[in-house]
């Protein structure tokens, strides 16, 4: 089975910077695709970032030019550099893993979330 571990949330001033990490352990062949999520209260769940193995990000218009994301292949990493955090980016923040596990079975799992807080 394919684990998620999320680290890296916390309380920040609006203006600062968090890094989220989340690694993927278990039964794992290869990693397609990494990417984070995020729900924030009374609000749907929606897309940040993704990134591919090969290296190849896409981001939600609100946060393109503040946050990065990068993974780390040989430690099935994915993180989520954020800068200039804006009170309205509070939220969970959930990673997101797709891939083939070692029974050559396709997987796509999630991080049990970290909540994140933009407030002076």
């Known amino acids: 089975q394919v684990q998620l571990v999320e680290s890296g949330g916390g309380l920040v001033q609006p203006g600062g910077s968090l890094r989220l990490s989340c690694a993927a352990s278990?039964?794992?062949?290869?990693?397609?695709?990494m990417g984070w999520s995020r729900q924030a209260p009374e609000k749907q769940r929606g897309l940040v970032a993704s990134i591919t193995s090969g290296g190849t990000a896409d981001y939600a218009d609100s946060v393109k030019g503040r946050f990065t994301i990068s993974r780390d292949n040989a430690k099935n990493t994915v993180y989520l550099q954020m800068s200039s955090l804006k009170p309205e980016d509070t939220a969970v923040y959930y990673c997101?893993?797709?891939?083939?596990?070692?029974?050559?079975?396709?997987?796509?799992?999630w991080g049990q979330g970290t909540q994140v807080t933009v407030s002076s």
């Open positions: 997101n893993v797709r891939g083939y596990g070692n029974n050559l079975k396709p997987f796509d799992n």
């Open positions: 278990g039964s794992i062949d290869r990693i397609v695709g």
